[in-house]
């Protein structure tokens, strides 16, 4: 075939695509109108997971399986955004690794509204002025992010979907090289989880605390002797060059991210169940608290502890494990659990396709 014939080959499959995206599309508004009138949470994780793997079974290539559940995630970002106008709260500022991660969950069809703290995000989905949340719980370098974990506990928000993004850390500056930097602007986390790079590469930049990516790029300004630390969507947002790519300690540095829901969706068949509870303060309580697990052979994917604010010297333990919390033994497993602890609450149930 010729170019001027490929091309026209081209256009008539726009035409059939097109026409097929708004046939999809009008019945994704009629089930969207049912779920309204039955009063369901119109975003379903499950649903959009099946989906996901589905179009990548159907998949023959030339086009990669990312590429096309990134084409698929807008497909569905749209639809839901004719469904119900949706927002999506999330830690800011634009361009933050919060921002990205809740683009790559929700795509780019929908309203989302920075926050400037953890809290805030809950605040702003508790209150109903966003739909859904997105937050950081866990860091693969540093670990838990404590005041995600901290709120979670008096909260009546649900776990309803997670993201893992990896973390790419970049150098942004203006300078023609690394050695005209002499400011270094960065969050805490961030200079965690590159310190050994910056002490490498740059020994003499003056560091500069920040409160986000987002911010350190912000503040670099045009100066050509500053730099900041973030990823490539700050660099784009901001129009900051990246000096030097992947500059991370840890290679396989990535951020676990939740998206906090009022109601948990229905099990997939894969997913995570998260559980908070507290133990008496007695030899073989935190045994005796988790044997159920392992009676009922339920994988534990994460256990973490954190000191509870209501009372001195007591303990939360925050506990990922395989199955849907609707399972049979998953909930006869939280059941037994209770009667070894004197607080127990279910975070959420939701997919664990990350």
């Known amino acids: 075939m010729s170019l001027l014939e490929h091309r026209k080959a081209i256009d008539t499959l726009d035409a059939k695509i097109v026409q097929l995206l708004n046939e999809r599309t009008r019945h994704v508004l009629e089930i969207g109108a049912i779920k309204l009138k039955a009063g369901e949470e119109i975003y379903a994780p499950h649903r959009e997971r099946a989906v996901l793997e589905r179009v990548c079974k159907y998949n023959s290539g030339p086009i990669t399986n990312e590429g096309l559940q990134a084409i698929y995630r807008e497909i569905m970002s749209s639809a839901l955004a004719l469904e119900k106008p949706t927002t999506i709260a999330f830690l800011g500022p634009v361009a933050t690794y919060s921002h990205q991660a809740a683009l790559k969950r929700f795509g780019s069809s929908l309203a989302y509204a920075p926050q400037k703290t953890i809290a805030e995000v809950f605040s702003e989905v508790s209150k109903r002025r966003a739909d859904y949340g997105v937050v950081p719980i866990e860091n693969s370098t540093e670990g838990a992010v404590t005041p995600t974990l901290d709120l979670l506990v008096d909260t009546d928000l649900k776990l309803v979907a997670q993201i893992v993004l990896p973390i790419q850390h970049c150098l942004l500056s203006h300078a023609a090289s690394k050695e005209a930097i002499r400011k270094l602007y960065v969050h805490p986390q961030t200079f965690a989880q590159c310190r050994l790079w910056i002490q490498r590469h740059l020994p003499e930049a003056e560091i500069i605390e920040t409160s986000s990516n987002a911010r350190s790029t912000e503040l670099i300004g045009s100066s050509r002797t500053s730099s900041a630390i973030a990823g490539l969507l700050a660099a784009e947002t901001y129009r900051v060059p990246v000096l030097e790519h992947d500059i991370q300690d840890n290679s396989a540095n990535a951020t676990r991210f939740v998206v906090l829901g009022r109601t948990s969706p229905p099990a997939s068949g894969r997913d995570r169940t998260s559980v908070v509870f507290?133990?008496?303060?007695?030899?073989?309580?935190?045994?005796?608290?988790?044997?159920?697990?392992?009676?009922?052979?339920?994988?534990?994917?994460?256990?973490?502890?954190?000191?509870?604010?209501?009372?001195?010297?007591?303990?939360?333990?925050?506990?990922?494990?395989?199955?849907?919390?609707?399972?049979?033994?998953?909930?006869?497993?939280?059941?037994?659990?209770?009667?070894?602890?004197?607080?127990?609450?279910?975070?959420?149930s939701y997919p664990n396709g990350d």
């Open 278 to 348: 507290s133990i008496a303060d007695q030899a073989g309580a935190l045994h005796a608290a988790l044997a159920p697990f392992r009676r009922f052979r339920i994988n534990m994917t994460k256990i973490e502890s954190r000191p509870s604010k209501r009372k001195a010297w007591e303990y939360l333990f925050f506990v990922d494990c395989d199955g849907h919390s609707s399972e049979p033994k998953v909930a006869r497993a939280i059941q037994e659990l209770g009667k070894h602890c004197s607080f127990v609450k279910e975070l959420g």
